[in-house]
């Protein structure tokens, strides 16, 4: 039964976060999300639609354990438990040789994307240990499951790392009540995609034909990650939208069917980082 469910989104201000936060409203869910700073955590909340007896929203630095333990407490508070947490908020790096990274930016991508999911879900999990009951999610991306690309190698390793470290408490959890599972959105068109390649647009011209074979809205993919999250009892489970099966369906019939995604998105659209995956 999904009604009047307690879920937390972390990154919900933009993309698939909120996206996310849609979907489980319409769904009947009670959700906190977080953003990365106040104006941006006030503005994801405008645009859902202001606070409400279903919504709420608090500002959150994932890197800091103290700043997610507020974000549960947060969400304690206000619907008296967290039944679904969602590991979502993450940052990228643009595409470019692996020694062109400044230091601090590859610092910035495992602080957020390795350390945040670490106090996600160590939070997560010592919350609804205490309650007996729960679901955690961290979202996939690509690399998690040994993909390669040039030009993507701090992202994909922490993405791996991710993939590894679920694997890991998948384990841990067994037999307690507390279930994780993975979320893994496929290519979806957000500015966070195309930000990969702000510094190498004849690139992104190359890769663009693919992801509008491969590729979908946040709006199709969403709604379909919610329902599987929803339905889930199991842990260890997978909710996968890009399937090897609808890949291949993709290229088959790509000949006749014409599809451009990203015609609304600005490719060197700066972002708040940490709120979308």
């Known amino acids: 039964m999904s009604e009047n469910r307690s879920v937390v989104v972390t990154g919900g201000t933009r993309g698939i976060g909120q996206g996310l936060v849609r979907e489980f409203i319409k769904a009947g869910c009670r959700v906190t999300f977080t953003g990365s700073s106040e104006a941006s955590t006030a503005k994801g909340l405008e645009a859902l639609g202001g606070a409400s007896a279903n919504l709420t929203a608090v500002a959150c630095d994932i890197t800091d354990r103290e700043q997610v333990q507020k974000t549960w407490d947060h969400a304690v508070a206000t619907f008296g ?9 993450g940052i990228s790096l643009p595409r470019k040789p692996f020694q062109d990274h400044a230091v601090a930016d590859l610092q910035g991508i495992v602080d957020t994307n390795i350390v945040g999911i670490f106090n ?23 690399g998690s499951n040994g993909q390669t690309s040039s030009g993507l190698g701090p992202y994909g390793a922490t993405k791996r790392a991710l993939n590894y470290l679920t694997k890991v408490l998948i384990k841990e959890l067994k037999g307690t009540g507390v279930g994780m599972g993975y979320l893994s959105p496929g290519i979806v068109a957000t500015d966070l995609l195309i930000q990969d390649y702000e510094d190498d647009m004849e690139q992104w011209e ?15 993919v969403t709604p379909y990650l919610v329902e599987g999250v929803l339905k ?13 099966a609808k890949a291949g369906g993709r290229f088959a019939t790509a000949g006749f069917k014409k599809r451009n995604l990203f015609d609304q998105i600005d490719p060197r659209k700066t972002m708040d980082q940490q709120d979308a995956s």
């Open 81 to 89: 438990r967290v039944d679904i947490w969602i590991n979502n908020a």
């Open 120 to 142: 996600g879900d160590a939070v997560a999990m010592k919350g609804m240990l205490a309650q007996g009951s729960g679901y955690i999610w961290n979202m996939e991306g690509f």
């Open 206 to 220: 190359k890769v663009k034909k693919t992801f509008n074979i491969l590729g979908d809205t946040v709006e199709t």
């Open 232 to 244: 889930t009892e199991k842990s260890g489970k997978r909710v996968a939208w890009l399937t090897p």
